[in-house]
Every structure is written in C-alpha cells, then in structure tokens.
C-alpha cells in the first residue's frame, strides 16, 4: 500500500510564500501523474497543479505564474512552491498520486492547511 503524507503548510500574510511536500511511503511506485488539489471552506475541490513523468505540467489559471510543481523522482517527492499568496488561496492542499497518465488519482494525502491572511 502507498502512502501520502504532506507537509509544509501554515499561516503566511498575503504577498508570502510556502513549499508544500508530499512524500510517498510504501510498496516502491512510480506514478505517471502527481497533483495538488485544494479545497476552499463551502467550495468544491478544484486541481491546482499536475506534473507528468513525462515533464508536463498543468496549472489553473488562478495559480499561473505564482505557484511551480516540481518532483524529485529518487524521493517520491512532490513539491508546491507557493509565491505571493493571496487570501483566496486559503484551503486544504492536497496532493494525489496516479498511476496512469489519465483517469482516476489513486492515492490521496490527508490534506494540509495552508491560510493566508490579509
């Protein structure tokens, strides 16, 4: 079984910046497709970033230019670097694991608070 466990999250004032993790325990995987999602308070979650084995990546608009995914393949490692930070960026992160390169997350983490203040 794999496991995905973030980290890194926490109150910043707006214009800050935060790192998220996400490392993967378990049986040895290498998923085609690691993602952050985040979960604002009365909204729907929503994808926030995506990276592909390959090196594709995928931003949502709001977070373009602000926020890069990266992966250290060797440390099952995926990370969210966050910069400028708005308000509306407040949520639960988190990140999700699959196998293929479309479809379905497989894995999940536990989610991570992330608030930023005004």
């Known amino acids: 079984q794999v496991q995905l466990v973030e980290s890194g999250g926490g109150l910043v004032q707006a214009g800050g910046s935060l790192r998220l993790s996400c490392g993967a325990s378990?049986?040895?995987?290498?998923?085609?497709?690691m993602g952050w999602f985040r979960q604002a308070p009365g909204k729907e979650r929503e994808v926030t970033a995506i990276s592909w084995s390959g090196g594709g990546t995928y931003y949502v608009d709001s977070v373009k230019g602000r926020f890069t995914i990266s992966r250290d393949n060797a440390k099952n490692t995926v990370y969210l670097q966050m910069n400028n930070l708005k308000p509306e960026d407040t949520a639960v992160y988190y990140c999700?694991?699959?196998?293929?390169?479309?479809?379905?997350?497989?894995?999940w983490g536990q989610g991570t608070q992330v608030t930023v203040s005004s």
């Open positions: 378990g049986r040895i995987f290498r998923p085609a497709r």
């Open positions: 999700a694991a699959a196998l293929t390169s479309a479809g379905e997350y497989q894995y």
